[in-house]
């Protein structure tokens, strides 16, 4: 693991992070706002959008992972702690769009100890496990989020999250400066695609493995890390997020790899 190779000399730093909620809207509303009186034209895809906002205390907030017809899934790998994402089929022909709502999250939120980046996220999960039962998804109607009320019914959008899902208040999940994040852009995202929040959409918590707290250092000059043959790489050791970047590091560092040991063997 990452903390049995630090102990052997790897070099880490924290690095920021996002972490967020799931919004989730019919798709049948977002190809309506997105693509108007072409809603219905069967030349076009089901519809997508990506939006982003700076916050009045300096957080960048952005949608990610936009899934176009698609669903809200468990992702959690350890027991006691529930993790969401969201995946489509190839058809992309569910009844929802889903995409990630996330909220740039620093050492000013984690404080500077190595690993306190991953201590805050396991907290995160473990306190968004202890809301509800059996790995049931807290959700909120977003605009109830915005009012700090718990929901009492769903209002046209239907969480597609396979194990259920209870009410809450996601407000009693995050600290003061993400919830302020989240709730200045979704009032931004509804001025710019009116419905965002009050077509029923509905958040689900918690969305924190887009992208990890650590990066593992690696040299400039020929991409290695501290420990002799080790070449970071991908999203995982905190240089790329998705999978195009993760690949095109991927090709660099096993170019780097290729061309130290081609030249050492030579
Ligand atoms: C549900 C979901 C939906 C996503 N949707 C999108 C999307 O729509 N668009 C997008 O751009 N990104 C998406 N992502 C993110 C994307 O999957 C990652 O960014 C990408 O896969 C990272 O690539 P990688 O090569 O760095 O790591 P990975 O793809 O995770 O590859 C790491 C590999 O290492 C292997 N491995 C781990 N440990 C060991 C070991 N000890 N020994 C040998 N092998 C090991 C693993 O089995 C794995 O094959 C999604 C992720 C999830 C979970």
Same mark, same amino acid.
């Given at each position: 693991?990452?903390?049995?190779? &630090? ?15 799931? /919004? ?10 997105? @693509? ?24 960048? $907030? &952005?949608?990610?992972?936009? #899934?176009?017809?698609?669903?809200? /899934?468990? !992702? +959690?790998?350890? +027991?006691?702690? @529930? ?9 992309? !022909? ?7 709502? @996330?909220?740039? /999250? ?9 690993? %306190?980046? +991953?201590? &805050? ?7 968004? &496990? ?8 807290? $959700? ?9 009320? $718990? !929901? ?15 009410? $809450? ?11 302020? !994040? ?23 918590? /918690? ?25 970071? #790489?991908? +999203? ?17 560092? %096993? ?10 063997? %030579?």
């Amino acid at each position: 693991t990452i903390h049995a190779l &630090y102990e052997r000399g790897l070099h880490l730093e924290n690095k920021p992070f996002p972490i967020g909620v799931r /919004i989730e809207h019919t798709q049948e509303f977002i190809n309506q706002a997105m @693509l108007g009186d072409f809603k219905d034209d069967p030349r076009l895809i089901p519809a997508r959008y990506t939006l982003t906002t700076m916050t009045s205390n300096k957080k960048g $907030v &952005y949608t990610f992972c936009m #899934c176009p017809g698609g669903y809200v /899934i468990p !992702s +959690e790998a350890q +027991e006691g702690q @529930l993790v969401i994402n969201g995946m489509s089929y190839a058809s992309r !022909s569910g009844e929802n769009a889903n995409s990630a709502l @996330l909220v740039q /999250i620093n050492e000013d939120d984690y404080g500077t100890e190595l690993f %306190a980046g +991953e201590k &805050y996220i396991e907290g995160l999960e473990k306190k968004a &496990y202890r809301m509800t039962s059996d790995y049931k998804a807290p $959700v909120q109607l977003a605009k109830d989020y915005l009012q700090g009320k $718990v !929901s009492q019914e769903l209002e046209g959008v239907k969480p597609t999250y396979s194990l259920g899902y209870e009410f $809450v208040d996601l407000n009693t999940l995050f600290s003061k400066a993400v919830n302020q !994040s989240l709730h200045e852009a979704l009032l931004d995202f509804e001025k710019k695609v009116p419905g965002f929040v009050t077509s029923g959409a509905i958040l689900s918590a /918690i969305e924190s493995r887009s992208n990890p707290s650590l990066r593992l250092v690696r040299a400039k000059e020929n991409r290695m890390s501290s420990i002799y043959g080790l070449y970071p #790489c991908g +999203e995982g050791s905190g240089y790329a997020g998705g999978i195009v970047s993760s690949a095109i590091d991927g090709i660099k560092s %096993a170019y780097a790899l290729m061309d130290h040991f081609g030249k050492e063997n %030579a």
